[in-house]
């Protein structure tokens, strides 16, 4: 089982219309999550970070974590094609440590 | 957010040459950077851990000879591919780590052709 694990995509989504984006880990003990957004040939950067249970909203976007079961997950609303791109689940296993284990992300077209 | 520098931004070189990768951190001190590697259409892959002023940490798999890492600074941290070869051609990335949090910011990637 791979420590964080998205579904690859493509996720075609219209425009305007709501994208979700989820992630599991397996590490039940990890502390803080982050969304990354990578276009083609491009570094990764970073949108949200999550820490608690719930949502955390931050204009179009939205992260929701679940620890629980063991999920996050990141909603774009109204999406835009320039949210073409993908995005990436990052989780730390421990808050004293710097290594963030990414997934291998999930590609999100959006179509007009 | 931070803002980490990547130099040079893409390069080309002969088989056999060593090219040397430099990650800066321009607004922060980072006492950790990553180094990544990802090839096309393919994720993010960490190559080493790299801490300033003691010996980087490498993934399983990553020779620590081919890819040296010099983090002599809290600002600077290099990468040199030694002996390069055509199938290291890839996109370099780093990363460095902001003090007292646990959020990673990247640079914006190195592209190596070997030829």
């Known amino acids: 089982q791979k420590e964080v694990e998205q579904n690859s995509g493509p996720l075609s989504v219209p425009e305007g219309a709501i994208a979700s984006l989820n992630c599991t880990y397996s590490?039940?003990?990890?502390?803080?999550f982050f969304w990354y957004r990578q276009y083609s040939g491009k570094s990764p950067e970073l949108i949200m970070s999550i820490y608690s249970n719930g949502d955390k909203e931050d204009g179009r976007f939205t992260a929701q974590l679940n620890k629980a079961s063991q999920y996050v997950s990141l909603l774009i609303r109204d999406s835009q094609p320039s949210d073409s791109a993908t995005y990436l689940c990052a989780v730390n296993k421990d808050s004293s440590a710097s290594k963030i284990i990414f997934g291998s992300g999930t590609r999100l077209s959006i179509r007009p | 957010g931070a803002v980490v520098s990547q130099h040079p931004s893409w390069v080309i070189c002969k088989s056999g040459t060593s090219v040397k990768i430099e990650c800066r951190s321009l607004d922060f001190q980072a006492t950790t950077m990553f180094w990544y590697r990802q090839f096309p259409k393919q994720s993010l892959m960490l190559m080493a851990t790299?801490?300033?002023?003691?010996?980087?940490?490498?993934e399983q798999g990553v020779e620590k000879d081919k890819f040296l890492i010099n983090h002599a600074s809290l600002t600077l941290s290099t990468l040199t591919v030694t002996s390069a070869h055509p199938e290291d051609s890839s996109f370099y990335i780093c990363?460095?780590?902001?003090?007292?949090?646990?959020?990673?910011?990247f640079g914006p990637g190195t592209r190596l052709t070997v030829l």
């Open positions: 790299s801490n300033e002023g003691s010996k980087a940490t490498y």
């Open positions: 990363s460095a780590h902001v003090r007292n949090t646990d959020t990673q910011y």
């Open positions: 590490d039940r003990g990890s502390q803080s």
